[in-house]
């Protein structure tokens, strides 16, 4: 996933954290064994897979201002 988000979102302009599930209690509780997870604003919009065009939607709604 870290991959995929740096080829999309970097050229892009657009930043993103890499953070450790097991680094708070409260996101092992939450996650579990669903990593990776991608949060946006602490909502979960991917977990185990994300594909490049699930990606782009993401950036754009964002963009857009819908999301």
């Excluded at 988000?5 to 708070?24: M, T």
């Excluded at 996101?27 to 064994?33: A, I, P, T, V, Y």
């Excluded at 909502?43 to 201002?65: C, F, M």
Aim: no cysteine; charged share 40%.
């Amino acid at each position: 996933m870290e991959r995929l988000l740096e080829a999309v979102l970097l050229p892009l302009g657009e930043e993103f954290e890499v953070q450790d599930v097991d680094s708070r209690s409260e996101w092992r509780e939450r996650f579990g064994e669903v990593i990776p997870v991608l949060l946006r604003d602490g909502k979960p919009v991917a977990k185990i897979r994300l594909d490049r065009s699930h990606l782009e939607r993401i950036v754009q709604k964002s963009r857009n201002g819908r999301g």
